[in-house]
């Protein structure tokens, strides 16, 4: 192909169609100027030319310009304007990325954590704990626990006071249990039977000790899910009725329980009645503690109080004398494990804060630099009939493009973070309607805060100047 | 052809240049153009117009454009002394001074004058680019130069078309996309939309280059797909700012056998050149000098561009060897 100086539309006719016909004059209407073209005949004089019927059509309006088609057109310049400069693009939505990924990992571990400690919270928040008081050996503390006097009938007072909903004294002890070639090591709880309200336990199979087997220390016994696995997977037996060995004794089996869950060690754990452990298991008379469920957690202090007082009756402790009991409350612990909950949640939500506030700076910066180049472009579009408004709505969506795929991409890796962090911790993966919206806000927001600058300035752009502007 | 006559008024004032533009007097058809004028009492519009009360009557020039042109009807333009004076730091500069004019349908007006001569700053007046600083502007029967800058960015959409000497197409979008763009800011549905671009783009000639990006189009063609997009919201009146101001002469001549041929065809022109040669393609010159109208003529020796295409065209078939086999 040989290098030409000429155009390569150098035939092509004006109105795109071949040439044709004799040379012919068109004549202006007074004249004064003569018009000679050997290709006139384009225009025939009694219709009208193709350009004015052109003309006549296009000024035909029956549109009006709804904003909903402006967002649209709008929506269709953005795209084509990010794609067009796809890695920039993609480096920008990286810092909304990063941030909203951020949010969304520390919501979801917080979260989970704050699920965790209302768990703890349901079972803790209205229980008051009984324990024995301290010994003193010549002036010296023996430590916490080290005397027996808590008795059955301390429980039973307990119980007749107002507010409260259940009370059960404990035996704790472990030991080796057998059934047939199996055995296995566990906590054996010697409780009354109001313990499966107190700690919402399900029976799965059989039933609860009844209220006569409390009473009379018969020996029966009330499997945890891990145990009942321990001893009866093997066998494949019906454990309802089957004698096991808890240490040296025999016990019945009535009940299964349902297994709690959680990853906790608390479905290894067998409920006897708590005179048969005190009488076939640790042989003794008094109890370990005794646990109260108050009716409102509000109360928690109040039962306390009475507990205390009625407690000092019933061991004859003088006033001024030390009790030698310890009346405990989980509400001061709740607060704080509560206020370190708070505390965490807005360390990492500051965190993620600065992280989106730098990737907002970022889709700020780039808007300005797209700004400054495609002012030229701007200058065309104000040209052509594109208000200031219509300017400044192309270049907020643009950012609102910009942040909002950041946002999206960010929620996914976020949530991933979030499922394998708890997944790891052992925490409950917990997935909020607020965590997911979050990210659309925060991004929009963020479009819209750091886009509204740069997406001003371009509608304030002269036209005039902006035309001149070399590409 | 022009004479060097448009050179001729240097300062001030000159009663003797023959085609002088309508002055300031009291007009008893103009009765809003005093109010008009009040706002901007400085010192240089004093200077510029004082002298010329005792000029031409304004009428003289617009009975002037009745007879050359042979045009009836209302004006498509009417600019009734319009003036615009920038300020730059603490100076006053007038760019513009008291320039009348009126623009009939069908006619092919030629903007002419050196650089600093005001043609520029007209233009974007005209364009409803700007606005004057005093003065009146009727675009179709409308006073468009008190409009608010929504207003003026709808009457350029709907009653303008833009040429610009650097064509100005959108470079990321096919031509088809850029002649479409009018028609969005216009509300117009997408569907119509891309009628009525393929329908614009073949007028021009461009029927088989619909989805080509301004770079794989040539000069001349992407002036082609700019003047499609001009014509694509029905415009009163086509502006075109030095056309062919980057284009070769060959291609000049063909983007003017264009202009030509749609003029021809019905369509108002106003195109602003600082070159005589392409003034000639015009059928009436208005020339522009330190900021005023000076001078009002019809164009007598006209180019006519197809003529000039088709010649070159010839010469171009004697010759092969030049442009070595190219084929159409």
């Given at each position: 192909m040989s290098r030409s100086t000429q155009p390569p539309v150098r035939r092509v006719n004006l109105q795109g169609t071949p040439r044709q016909g004799p040379p012919a004059t068109v004549q202006q209407a007074n004249g004064a100027a003569r018009i000679q073209s050997s290709t006139a005949t384009l225009t025939s004089p009694p219709q009208p030319s193709p350009l004015e019927s052109l003309l006549q059509e296009m000024r035909q309006h029956t549109w009006q310009r709804g904003p909903l088609s402006m967002l649209g057109a709008n929506f269709g310049s953005a795209v084509e304007a990010l794609i067009a400069n796809s890695m920039r693009s993609l480096l920008t939505a990286l810092g909304i990325f990063i941030g909203v990924a951020a949010v969304i990992a520390a919501l979801t571990l917080t979260q989970g954590t704050s699920a965790y400690v209302s768990q703890q919270v349901a079972s803790l928040g209205d229980s008051v704990i009984v324990g024995p008081g301290t010994a003193q050996s010549n002036g010296v503390s023996q430590g916490s626990g080290t005397l027996s006097t808590l008795t059955l009938q301390d429980a039973e007072a307990i119980g007749q006071l107002p507010h409260v909903k259940a009370e059960s004294p404990f035996i704790d002890t472990s030991a080796q249990v057998v059934y047939g070639s199996q055995n296995w090591n566990t906590t054996i709880e010697g409780v009354n039977t109001q313990v499966q309200s107190m700690q919402n336990w399900t029976v799965a199979q059989g039933s609860w000790f009844s209220a006569n087997d409390a009473q009379f220390g018969t020996p029966v016994a009330v499997l945890g899910a891990t145990v009942y696995h321990s001893l009866f997977d093997a066998s494949g037996a019906n454990p309802i009725g089957k004698q096991i060995l808890i240490g040296s004794e025999t016990f019945r089996v009535v009940g299964v329980l349902a297994p709690q869950g959680g990853g906790f060690t608390q479905d290894n754990v067998i409920f006897v009645p708590i005179r048969a452990a005190q009488i076939r298991l640790n042989n003794t008379n008094y109890v370990d503690q005794i646990q109260v469920q108050v009716d409102d957690p509000a109360n928690v202090n109040q039962v306390a109080q009475e507990i205390t007082v009625l407690l000092q009756q019933r061991h004859h402790i003088a006033s001024g004398a030390t009790n030698d009991f310890q009346v405990t409350t989980f509400t001061f612990i709740l607060q704080r494990i509560g206020q370190t909950t708070a505390i965490l949640t807005y360390l990492l939500v500051g965190i993620a804060a600065i992280s989106l506030t730098v990737?907002?700076?970022?889709?700020?910066?780039?808007?300005?630099?797209?700004?400054?180049?495609?002012?030229?472009?701007?200058?065309?579009?104000?040209?052509?009939?594109?208000?200031?408004?219509?300017?400044?709505?192309?270049?907020?969506?643009?950012?609102?493009?910009?942040?909002l795929v950041g946002g999206v991409i960010g929620l996914g890796l976020g949530l991933l973070v979030g499922m394998i962090v708890t997944h790891l911790a052992n925490l409950p993966f917990v997935v909020t309607a607020t965590s997911v919206a979050l990210p659309f806000v925060v991004s929009a927001s963020i479009a819209v805060i750091f886009g509204l600058y740069p997406a001003i300035r371009a509608s304030r752009l002269d036209p005039i100047e902006a035309i001149r502007t070399e590409e | 052809m022009a004479t060097e006559d448009a050179k001729t008024p240097q300062r001030g004032p000159s009663p003797m240049s023959p085609g002088i533009p309508p002055t300031i007097d009291e007009q008893p058809t103009q009765p809003e153009w005093a109010v008009g004028q009040k706002p901007v009492p400085t010192d240089i519009t004093k200077q510029a117009t004082v002298p010329h009360a005792t000029n031409t009557v304004a009428s003289q020039a617009d009975e002037t454009i009745t007879i050359t042109s042979g045009q009836q009807g209302k004006p498509v333009i009417d600019v009734r002394h319009l003036a615009k004076t920038y300020v730059?730091?603490?100076?006053?500069?007038?760019?513009?001074?008291?320039?009348?004019?009126?623009?009939?349908?069908?006619?092919?007006?030629?903007?002419?004058?050196?650089?600093?001569?005001?043609?520029?700053?007209?233009?974007?007046?005209?364009?409803?680019?700007?606005?004057?600083?005093?003065?009146?502007?009727?675009?179709?029967?409308?006073?468009?130069?008190?409009?608010?800058?929504?207003?003026?960015?709808?009457?350029?959409?709907?009653?303008?078309?833009?040429?610009?000497?650097?064509?100005?197409?959108?470079?990321?979008?096919?031509?088809?996309?850029?002649?479409?763009?009018?028609?969005?800011?216009?509300?117009?549905?997408?569907?119509?939309?891309?009628?009525?671009?393929?329908?614009?783009?073949?007028?021009?000639?461009?029927?088989?280059?619909?989805?080509?990006?301004?770079?794989?189009?040539?000069?001349?063609?992407?002036?082609?797909?700019?003047?499609?997009?001009?014509?694509?919201?029905?415009?009163?009146?086509?502006?075109?700012?030095?056309?062919?101001?980057?284009?070769?002469?060959?291609?000049?001549?063909?983007?003017?056998?264009?202009?030509?041929?749609?003029?021809?065809?019905?369509?108002?022109?106003?195109?602003?050149?600082?070159?005589?040669?392409?003034?000639?393609?015009?059928?009436?010159?208005?020339?522009?000098?330190?900021?005023?109208?000076?001078?009002?003529?019809?164009?007598?020796?006209?180019?006519?561009?197809?003529?000039?295409?088709?010649?070159?065209?010839?010469?171009?078939?004697?010759?092969?060897?030049?442009?070595?086999?190219?084929?159409?």
């Open positions: 990737g907002g700076i970022g889709i700020m910066n780039i808007m300005l630099v797209s700004v400054t180049e495609r002012t030229w472009e701007i200058g065309i579009r104000m040209a052509i009939g594109a208000t200031r408004g219509d300017i400044r709505n192309q270049f907020l969506i643009e950012a609102l493009v910009l942040c | 730059l730091g603490k100076t006053l500069v007038p760019a513009l001074r008291d320039v009348t004019l009126k623009v009939y349908p069908g006619e092919f007006v030629v903007v002419l004058g050196p650089s600093g001569s005001g043609k520029s700053t007209f233009m974007n007046l005209i364009g409803c680019l700007d606005r004057p600083t005093s003065g009146e502007y009727w675009l179709m029967g409308r006073l468009v130069s008190k409009m608010s800058s929504d207003e003026l960015a709808n009457i350029r959409n709907r009653l303008i078309g833009f040429v610009f000497q650097g064509f100005n197409l959108l470079s990321r979008a096919s031509a088809l996309k850029n002649v479409e763009l009018p028609m969005i800011y216009a509300g117009v549905p997408a569907r119509e939309r891309e009628i009525r671009a393929r329908k614009a783009l073949s007028l021009v000639g461009l029927g088989n280059r619909l989805h080509h990006k301004p770079s794989e189009l040539s000069g001349g063609q992407q002036q082609r797909v700019a003047i499609a997009r001009a014509l694509v919201n029905g415009p009163a009146v086509l502006l075109a700012d030095e056309p062919t101001g980057n284009l070769d002469s060959r291609t000049s001549v063909e983007i003017m056998a264009v202009l030509q041929e749609l003029n021809e065809q019905g369509l108002t022109i106003v195109l602003v050149t600082h070159d005589l040669n392409v003034a000639a393609y015009g059928k009436r010159q208005v020339s522009f000098f330190d900021g005023r109208l000076v001078r009002d003529e019809v164009v007598t020796n006209r180019r006519i561009a197809l003529d000039e295409w088709n010649k070159l065209h010839a010469q171009a078939e004697a010759q092969p060897a030049q442009i070595g086999g190219q084929q159409p």
